[in-house]
């Protein structure tokens, strides 16, 4: 992993390092065919994508929000929003990941920020009853199974009294109803894993069943 990757900062939030995949990088390059003949899940966590940032810009800016709480970064992919919410002083941090290399690489990235963090490698969308009271989603809706799941899970989640933010640039399928806006950002991205080189991207607040 430190051979196929190279510390850099995500452009929105300079003041988190990562293990990346640089474009002099063979991952980079490497395609999904090719990580499948290799039995290696796409490497969605050596990239920080658009809607994990504006979720990190977030709580970097409004660290009261975070503050003294019970946090779980679902699909936490890097790890970026997850050691932000513990640099901003949460009391406890989970970061969730079903991917063993994306854990892999949240170890490394916390460690190179100094912080600690909880690894969790079960299925969260198979739980139900939760020990967290601020719950993180940066870009989960890009595959409609997933988005599906993960959206009527994270609504329970609310229902059941958590906070629920979700950092998502648009993606194909982020649900029409059961969000509210609470802050928009331009992230600048890189044509080669997006469709334009600046993302509108939109911190929302996952709504409790019904309400819209």
Same mark, same amino acid.
Request: one cysteine or more.
């Given at each position: 992993?430190?051979?196929?990757?190279?510390?850099?900062?995500?452009?929105?939030? #300079?003041?988190?390092?990562?293990?990346?995949?640089?474009?002099?990088?063979?991952?980079?390059?490497?395609?999904?065919?090719?990580?499948?003949?290799?039995?290696?899940? #796409?490497?969605? $966590?050596? &990239? !920080? $994508?658009?809607?994990? =940032?504006?979720?990190?810009?977030?709580?970097?800016?409004? #660290?009261? +929000?975070?503050? *003294?709480?019970?946090?779980?970064? &679902? %699909?936490?992919?890097?790890?970026?929003?997850?050691?932000?919410?513990?640099? +901003?002083?949460?009391?406890?941090?989970?970061?969730?990941?079903?991917?063993?290399?994306?854990?892999?690489?949240?170890?490394?990235?916390?460690?190179?920020? *100094?912080?600690?963090?909880?690894?969790? *490698?079960?299925?969260?969308?198979? =739980?139900?009853?939760?020990? @967290?009271?601020?719950?993180?989603?940066?870009?989960? +809706?890009?595959? =409609?199974?997933?988005?599906?799941?993960? &959206? !009527? $899970?994270?609504?329970? =989640?609310?229902? %059941? /009294?958590?906070?629920?933010?979700? /950092?998502? #640039? /648009?993606?194909?399928?982020?649900?029409?109803?059961?969000?509210?806006?609470?802050?928009?950002?331009?992230?600048?991205?890189?044509?080669?894993?997006?469709?334009?080189?600046?993302?509108?991207?939109?911190? @929302?607040?996952?709504?409790?069943? /019904?309400?819209?």
């Amino acid at each position: 992993m430190r051979d196929n990757t190279a510390v850099e900062t995500p452009s929105l939030v #300079p003041e988190i390092p990562l293990r990346l995949a640089s474009k002099v990088m063979p991952l980079w390059h490497a395609t999904e065919e090719e990580m499948e003949q290799l039995n290696i899940p #796409p490497p969605y $966590w050596a &990239f !920080a $994508w658009a809607g994990g =940032q504006a979720l990190t810009r977030y709580l970097l800016d409004n #660290p009261a +929000c975070v503050r *003294g709480k019970r946090v779980l970064d &679902f %699909a936490s992919g890097s790890g970026l929003s997850a050691i932000a919410a513990a640099r +901003c002083g949460a009391a406890h941090v989970t970061a969730s990941e079903i991917d063993p290399l994306a854990l892999a690489a949240i170890e490394l990235n916390a460690e190179l920020n *100094g912080v600690s963090l909880e690894l969790l *490698g079960e299925d969260c969308l198979l =739980q139900d009853g939760t020990d @967290w009271n601020l719950l993180l989603a940066g870009d989960v +809706c890009y595959e =409609q199974p997933m988005a599906e799941q993960a &959206f !009527a $899970w994270l609504r329970r =989640q609310a229902s %059941a /009294g958590a906070e629920v933010l979700m /950092g998502d #640039p /648009g993606r194909s399928y982020l649900p029409a109803d059961g969000l509210e806006s609470v802050a928009v950002y331009r992230v600048p991205t890189n044509r080669e894993l997006e469709d334009s080189e600046v993302r509108r991207t939109t911190v @929302w607040r996952v709504l409790p069943d /019904g309400e819209n």
